[in-house]
C-alpha cells in the first residue's frame, strides 16, 4: 500500500496520495499509508476514519468503479452546508461527519477528488485518493483515463487480496504450530507430573514446567494452610518477595479471592489496581506488571494456588489463562495421587508398629 500510494501521487499528479483499508470489527475504512502530506496534516491523516455510508465513499462503492468529486458550492448545496471560502466552506467537508467532524477537513482547501474503491472476492478492501487542492485545477481527465484508472484499481485489488490471503493463510499456519507445540509440551508436562510420586516432587516439577507451556517471569504454587489462615510457598522461581517454605497471611494478599471463590484471577497491570496489598506491593516492586493465579481443586477444596507473573503490562491472553487452568488440573490429579500414597505409607507404617508392639 505504500509503494501504491506513492506512485499515485506521481502517476496522477495530486497534491496527496492518501489510502484506506477497510476495517471490518470497527465498519469504517482506517488510514492506512499517505503521500505528500505536511507535517501538521500526518497526525489528522492517521486518526482519520471514513464512514462507508458517507458521500463521495458511498458514492465510490455503489458504483464499484474509480469516481471524481468536485468540491464546491454545489457540492455544499447538495449536502446541505453553507459554502464559504476556505478549506471548511469550499470543500464542506468531502461528505456527511464522522464523530461531529467532516472527513479530508483537515487536507486544506480541496477542489477535487478522484476515489480508486478497491473490490476483492469478498467485498471491499479499502479506497485510494488523489486529491487536488488549492487555486491549482486539477488536469482534465477523459474517457482513457477513466479506463486506466479502472485498470489500476483492479490490479491493486487483486494484489492487496493475495497479500491479505497469504497473511491469513501465515497466520493460520503460526497458530496452527503453536497449537502443536503447545499439545507437545503439555503431554511433557503431564508426563512429568504424573511420574513424580511425592508432593514436593510434584509441585516442584510442576512450577518448572509452567514455563515451558506459557511465557513467563515467575511461576509459584503456594499451597492453603486453614489453620493458620495463611499461604505456604511451596514450590516455584523468578520471585523473591517470599521464601520457599515461607508463610503469607491471608489478609496480606489478593490471592485470597482465589481460595474464597474458586475463580481464576486475572491482573493486567498491578500499578493501576489502588491501594496494594502487602504481597501484591513486593511484587510490583521487583517490577511484576500483570499475572494470572488459578485455584488448586481437589474434591470440591481450593488446596492450593497457581500463579505466574510477567513484567509486562497485560501479558496474557486468554489461550494462557485456558492453558494454565488445564495444568492446574493435571497438577491436581497427581496432587492427590501424591496424597493417597503417602497415606498408604503411613498406614503401612502403621500397621508394621501395631505388629511389631504386638510381636
Not at 481464576?264 to 497491570?269: L, S
Not at 494456588?305 to 485456558?322: C, M, N, P, T, Y
Request: net charge neutral; aromatic share 6%.
Amino acid at each position: 500500500m505504500e509503494q501504491v500510494t506513492g506512485c499515485l501521487h506521481k502517476i496522477m499528479r495530486s497534491e496527496m496520495g492518501l489510502s484506506y483499508i477497510w476495517d471490518a470489527e470497527r465498519g469504517c475504512f482506517s488510514s492506512c499509508r499517505a503521500s505528500g502530506l505536511d507535517q501538521g496534516q500526518v497526525p489528522f491523516f492517521t486518526v482519520e476514519r471514513l464512514d462507508p455510508e458517507g458521500g463521495f465513499v458511498a458514492r465510490a462503492l455503489k458504483e464499484r468503479r474509480t469516481i471524481i468529486e468536485n468540491f464546491g458550492p454545489a457540492y455544499a448545496m447538495a449536502h446541505g452546508q453553507k459554502a464559504a471560502s476556505g478549506a471548511a466552506g469550499a470543500h464542506g467537508g468531502g461528505g456527511s461527519p464522522i464523530n461531529g467532524v467532516s472527513p479530508l477537513r483537515w487536507a486544506g482547501d480541496i477542489s477535487t477528488a478522484v476515489v480508486f474503491p478497491l473490490i476483492g472476492r469478498s467485498g471491499c478492501l479499502g479506497l485510494l485518493i488523489a486529491v487536488y487542492a488549492g487555486a491549482k485545477a486539477p488536469p482534465e481527465f477523459g474517457k482513457r483515463d477513466r479506463e486506466v484508472w479502472d485498470g489500476i484499481s483492479y490490479q491493486v485489488s487483486t494484489a492487496l487480496d493475495e497479500a491479505r490471503l497469504y497473511k491469513d493463510s501465515i497466520d493460520r499456519t503460526m497458530e496452527l504450530s503453536r497449537k502443536v507445540e503447545t499439545i507437545r509440551t503439555m503431554h511433557d508436562i503431564d508426563t512429568a507430573i504424573l511420574s513424580a510420586v511425592h508432593i514436593d516432587s510434584i509441585l516442584d516439577t510442576a512450577a518448572r514446567m509452567v514455563g515451558k507451556a506459557v511465557q513467563c517471569d515467575r511461576a509459584t504454587i503456594a499451597l492453603v494452610d486453614r489453620e493458620r489462615e495463611s499461604f505456604k510457598y511451596a514450590a516455584g522461581y523468578g520471585t523473591n518477595s517470599v521464601e520457599k517454605g515461607g508463610f503469607i497471611d491471608f489478609k496480606d494478599t489478593s490471592a485470597t479471592e482465589v481460595v474464597k471463590t474458586g475463580i481464576p484471577q486475572y491482573v493486567a497491570d498491578l500499578k493501576g489496581q489502588g491501594r496494594l496489598l502487602p504481597l501484591e506491593k513486593k511484587l510490583s516492586g521487583e517490577g511484576f506488571a500483570s499475572h494470572i493465579r488459578v485455584p488448586l481443586i481437589v474434591k470440591g477444596e481450593v488446596v492450593g494456588v497457581l500463579s505466574i507473573g510477567s513484567k509486562r503490562v497485560a501479558a496474557f491472553s486468554a489461550e494462557d489463562l485456558s492453558i494454565l487452568e488445564k495444568l492446574a488440573s493435571q497438577i491436581c490429579i497427581a496432587f492427590e495421587n501424591g496424597r493417597l500414597l503417602s497415606d498408604i505409607e503411613e498406614l503401612f507404617i502403621g500397621i508394621v508398629k501395631t505388629l511389631s508392639a504386638a510381636i
